[in-house]
């Protein structure tokens, strides 16, 4: 099941189990099952603290599989074939429920094991999803250290009955004690804040409480993950306020333009931009999104950023790295439909749409490539375009255009999302050039159309373009003294990771300079 390569990295990671493990599996007669039977075969093969044992459980989904301490039940569980994205989530849970610790904070840690309140999660995946991952290990690991807290991992491609009953549109969904719970990527700190009611409130005044900071950086995307660094390398206080580090860039899948890496994906470069600003004098505050800039009262004052969980950080110079989110269609249904056919991440929720008809809005590149990887999954894409020409680059418009269940409508202006109440049923769309109205039946609606600042908390305080975009001159002043920004939420023409990185080190550089000067 696992090649010679990979038998030799994981072996190598076994050898940190303190504790035996035993993996008890439950097992039907489907092609899935004998691809579990033969991967926990693999991995018991590589450490002698490893036993597979067989169950016949009638209260579990088969194939599945859980990861115990001999005579421990641990509830970490997985069902179907945690390989592609989720092959790192049955690695780390090897490691965790056998005694390997954590990289994540005691005090966070330490948090989990004091929840009291019986609770049984369930995540539905794709192998595809890259935002996936993150949830699955997440919760895996409260699984592990709490005995109140049990976690199964459920393939929704390998589970499509359940998938359609429980009306998992999108991936990663989660429930909890059979309620929905959230959907999208969610961070450990995260998951603990909503089962906690109580955590925000205390990480808010335990942030508040901070001393002023040199430079504060708002967002930890390629910006502000540069600026940073840049700024702790001058030896000045440095923090970083961020709903999470890596941005946007968590949820790109390929970078192949990234100058010195021919090829990674967005996970990858996230982690690694998070190590690296761990390298250095560094206060990260996760879990942080601004909600008000108070620029300084004099000259040399102090700024404020509130934050929308309360707290407030006081900082001399500030820089802006909020970043941008995907653009909506705005028109009726769209919300209402939002992870109940309506979705942004092909590499994500295609795996759900398997032989159904969807649509693709958009016809730049991120959309004639969503339509291309949707093309290998569904049984129809249907890209919808507002202009009269796709804006792909040419070698993408030719590969769409090779593909026999795709089809382009150009000068369409969608106009509604259709549902039954309870999912996408279909779109409406009106052609441009005759004004005439055109219904398609749909099951899944990619939208594609680009990206929106993330500013609208600072209107009102520095200038912004009439795209909500910050103003910057060529060094990432603001209007506001002492105010910096840098990245996809300001008027930079191009919104690309490498220049974004570099802007963010320019910011800094100017901040620096500022505190010199002030």
Same mark, same amino acid.
């Given at each position: 099941m696992l090649d010679a390569n990979l038998k030799t990295q994981l072996k190598a990671y076994l050898e940190r189990l303190q504790k035996p493990l035993e993996l008890v599996a439950t097992l039907d007669d489907s092609k899935a099952a004998g691809e579990v039977k033969s991967l926990l075969a693999d991995i018991a093969a590589l450490s002698d603290k490893i036993t597979v044992v067989e169950a016949n459980d009638l209260n579990v989904r088969k194939p599945s599989f859980a990861i115990n301490n001999p005579g421990v039940e641990t509830g970490v569980r997985f069902a179907g074939v945690p390989l592609g994205h989720e092959f790192t989530s049955l690695v780390l849970a090897l490691l965790h429920v056998g005694g390997h610790p954590s990289k994540e904070s005691a005090d966070l840690l330490e948090q989990v094991k004091a929840i009291d309140a019986p609770l049984h999660f369930e995540t539905y995946y794709s192998l595809s999803c890259h935002n996936c991952p993150d949830v699955v290990q997440a919760l895996n690991l409260m699984s592990a250290l709490n005995p109140h807290i049990t976690h199964t991992a459920i393939d929704g491609g390998l589970f499509q009955d359940e998938v359609k009953e429980r009306e998992v549109m999108g991936v990663p969904t989660v429930f909890v004690n059979g309620e929905r719970f959230g959907q999208g990527r969610m961070e450990l700190a995260e998951i603990v804040a909503k089962v906690d009611t109580g955590a925000a409130a205390r990480e808010a005044a335990k942030i508040s409480a901070k001393d002023a900071f040199d430079v504060l950086v708002v967002g930890g995307g390629p910006a502000g993950a540069a600026a940073a660094i840049y700024a702790a390398r001058k030896g000045i206080r440095t923090g970083i306020a961020a709903e999470r580090l890596g941005g946007q860039v968590l949820d790109t899948v390929d970078i192949e333009n990234f100058i010195s890496?021919?090829?990674?994906?967005?996970?990858?470069?996230?982690? *690694?931009?998070?190590?690296?600003?761990?390298?250095?004098?560094?206060?990260?505050?996760?879990?942080?999104?601004?909600?008000?800039?108070?620029?300084?009262?004099?000259?040399?004052?102090?700024?404020?950023?509130?934050?929308?969980?309360?707290?407030?950080?006081?900082?001399?110079?500030?820089?802006?790295?909020?970043?941008?989110?995907? @653009?909506?269609?705005?028109?009726?249904?769209?919300?209402?439909?939002? /992870?109940?056919?309506?979705?942004?991440?092909?590499?994500?929720?295609?795996?759900?749409?398997?032989?159904?008809?969807?649509?693709?809005?958009?016809?730049?590149?991120?959309?004639?490539?969503?339509?291309?990887?949707?093309?290998?999954?569904?049984?129809?894409? +249907?890209?919808?375009?507002?202009?009269?020409?796709?804006?792909?680059?040419?070698?993408?418009?030719?590969?769409? @255009?090779?593909?026999?269940?795709?089809?382009?409508?150009?000068?369409?202006?969608? +106009?509604?999302?259709?549902?039954?109440?309870?999912?996408?049923?279909?779109? /409406?769309?009106?052609? @441009?050039?005759?004004?005439?109205?055109?219904?398609?039946?749909?099951?899944? $609606?990619?939208?594609?159309?680009?990206?929106?600042?993330?500013?609208?908390?600072?209107?009102?305080?520095?200038?912004?373009? @009439?795209?909500?975009?910050?103003?910057?001159?060529?060094?990432?002043?603001?209007?506001?003294?002492?105010?910096?920004? *840098?990245?996809?939420?300001?008027?930079?023409?191009?919104?690309? $990771?490498?220049?974004?990185?570099?802007?963010?080190?320019?910011?800094?550089?100017?901040?620096?300079?500022?505190?010199?000067?002030?």
């Open positions: 890496v021919s090829k990674t994906d967005g996970p990858k470069l996230a982690a *690694a931009m998070a190590a690296h600003i761990r390298d250095y004098e560094v206060d990260v505050m996760n879990q942080q999104t601004g909600a008000k800039l108070v620029p300084a009262a004099t000259e040399g004052g102090l700024i404020e950023v509130h934050t929308a969980s309360g707290a407030v950080l006081k900082s001399k110079t500030v820089i802006l790295s909020t970043g941008a989110r995907w @653009r909506n269609m705005n028109v009726p249904g769209e919300e209402q439909y939002r /992870t109940k056919g309506v979705t942004f991440c092909p590499h994500c929720d295609g795996p759900l749409f398997k032989g159904k008809d969807v649509a693709v809005i958009g016809g730049g590149n991120s959309g004639v490539e969503a339509a291309i990887d949707l093309a290998g999954l569904v049984k129809s894409v +249907t890209v919808l375009e507002f202009a009269s020409e796709l804006k792909a680059d040419a070698v993408l418009q030719k590969k769409l @255009r090779s593909l026999p269940n795709v089809t382009v409508i150009l000068n369409a202006q969608t +106009t509604e999302v259709n549902g039954d109440g309870k999912k996408v049923t279909g779109i /409406t769309y009106k052609d @441009r050039t005759t004004d005439e109205v055109h219904q398609l039946a749909l099951e899944g $609606i990619f939208v594609q159309i680009g990206l929106l600042p993330n500013t609208d908390w600072l209107k009102g305080t520095v200038n912004l373009t @009439r795209f909500g975009e910050i103003e910057i001159d060529a060094k990432g002043h603001t209007n506001v003294p002492g105010v910096f920004a *840098a990245g996809d939420c300001t008027n930079v023409p191009y919104k690309q $990771i490498i220049i974004a990185a570099g802007a963010g080190a320019t910011a800094a550089l100017s901040a620096f300079d500022h505190l010199i000067r002030h």
